[in-house]
């Protein structure tokens, strides 16, 4: 874990390799996704079989075979412990509770003339969620995906994920179960992000795409981007902590380990301006590796994409900050609310000692799938909104066209089109 001043020499150049963090070489991997996607759109299930074959290890006999049963899903919901039944239902709700006061309305406006301009809203018909897996399976993605759309009103969701060995997790199914969804395959990769965008003889065609994923379902989604919506190109997970002296260092280098752990491409960083805070933090850090499960990964990741920062105040270690537009922002400062203003850019900000990001990731409410590599400073967090979409309304009375009318015409004249002026003229 390297520490930096930014009163060194060679920070600025250092502080620039922290900022491309979030860089996925797509380039590397655009012409096997391409070529992936092409053999959905041209063979549909039959590349799906071989695909799978391939990556998954197992070899699916028929179509049917692709296809998660509902009967699994109930049963693995019954066979799980009543405390993880307790757990997941408590996360359930939470989540449901927080993304109905995300649900956007139909409005319309009466004017005094008696024109009425307004917004329809609606939920798309059907969304794609993905699901990954491989290294970990992750039943918390499935709620996030699939709550929103629900509180949406999506009448029908599809879910793809991953089935290394024709293995799925007990947990997932449990989720799956517990949200109600009746159309799940065992398709991962690039290959689930195609069948999903292009539809194949038994995955249906969806309107939206949501969910994280390696490179090739990053690169898949920004490729089928246009045949269908997508929340964002997500890439390793990350999580940035603003600290003052206050700060427990024992549970700043657990929470930097928390994201560390997800992959080798993680990235954890803290900024202090307190050296003695920088010092002990990096201290515990290497003590918790010794004691947490998944050493190799998350040591590789503090090795490789970790830092500590020390600036001259805390004015300084904000400006860094929403630079870095961290995924998983935790402000750990005796007066966290104070900074919070100056924030303009983070996929979500954990407030105070005693918010981990992890409470994030599970049980809070808010959604987890996050913008990241610096995109918040342009994204948002998935959320209903992306499982719905706004119409336009306009009606014009008699007397309202006679009031903009004119003006309207003129417009459309000045911009050469004779038919646009005289549709309105010929009303007037």
């Not at 969304?127 to 897996?133: E, H, K, S, T, V």
């Not at 206050?246 to 050296?275: G, K, V, W, Y």
């Not at 407030?351 to 599970?362: A, K």
Request: proline letters at 4%; one cysteine or more.
């Amino acid at each position: 874990m390297k520490i930096y001043k930014t009163t060194d020499s060679n920070f600025k150049e250092n502080f620039d390799s922290l900022l491309k963090r979030g860089h996925m070489d797509m380039d590397n991997v655009s012409t096997i996704v391409s070529g992936i996607i092409a053999e959905i759109k041209n063979e549909g299930n039959a590349a799906l079989i071989r695909h799978i074959s391939k990556f998954d290890k197992w070899q699916a006999s028929t179509q049917s075979d692709l296809q998660i049963s509902t009967t699994s899903m109930r049963e693995a919901y019954e066979n799980i412990s009543p405390e993880l039944k307790d757990a997941l239902s408590l996360a359930y709700n939470r989540i449901k509770t927080y993304h109905e006061k995300q649900k956007p309305s139909s409005w319309l406006d009466f004017e005094d003339n008696g024109t009425v301009l307004g917004q329809k809203v609606n939920a798309v018909d059907r969304a794609g969620l993905y699901i990954p897996g491989g290294k970990a399976a992750y039943p918390s993605s499935l709620l996030m995906n699939a709550i929103p759309a629900i509180v949406a009103g999506v009448k029908e969701i599809v879910v793809c994920t991953p089935a290394p060995n024709n293995e799925l997790n007990e947990l997932l199914l449990a989720a799956m179960h517990l949200c109600g969804i009746t159309k799940a395959y065992k398709v991962g990769g690039a290959s689930g992000i195609a069948a999903m965008a292009y539809g194949t003889a038994t995955i249906p065609k969806v309107d939206v795409i949501t969910g994280p994923g390696n490179i090739f379902v990053a690169t898949a989604k920004k490729m089928v981007f246009g045949e269908v919506n997508i929340d964002m190109i997500a890439g390793p997970s990350e999580i940035g902590i603003l600290a003052d002296e206050s700060a427990d260092t024992n549970l700043l280098a657990i929470d930097l380990l928390s994201q560390a752990e997800h992959d080798e491409m993680a990235s954890s960083i803290l900024i202090t301006p307190f050296e003695q805070i920088a010092l002990q933090t990096k201290t515990k850090i290497y003590e918790w590796l010794e004691k947490i499960s998944r050493k190799a990964i998350a040591g590789k990741s503090i090795q490789d994409r970790g830092a500590i920062i020390v600036t001259c105040d805390m004015d300084e270690a904000v400006a860094l900050m929403n630079q870095i537009a961290p995924e998983h922002l935790e402000i750990v400062t005796k007066h966290p609310f104070d900074i919070l203003p100056q924030i303009k850019h983070a996929g979500a900000i954990f407030m105070g000692q005693f918010t981990p990001e992890p409470i994030g990731d599970y049980i809070a409410g808010p959604n987890h799938t996050l913008p990241t590599g610096g995109t918040a400073k342009f994204y948002s967090p998935l959320g209903v909104e992306n499982f719905m979409k706004r119409t336009s309304i306009i009606s014009m009375s008699q007397k309202g066209l006679q009031e903009v009318g004119v003006a309207c015409a003129r417009l459309a004249n000045a911009e050469g089109l004779g038919a646009h002026e005289a549709a309105v003229l010929a009303r007037l």
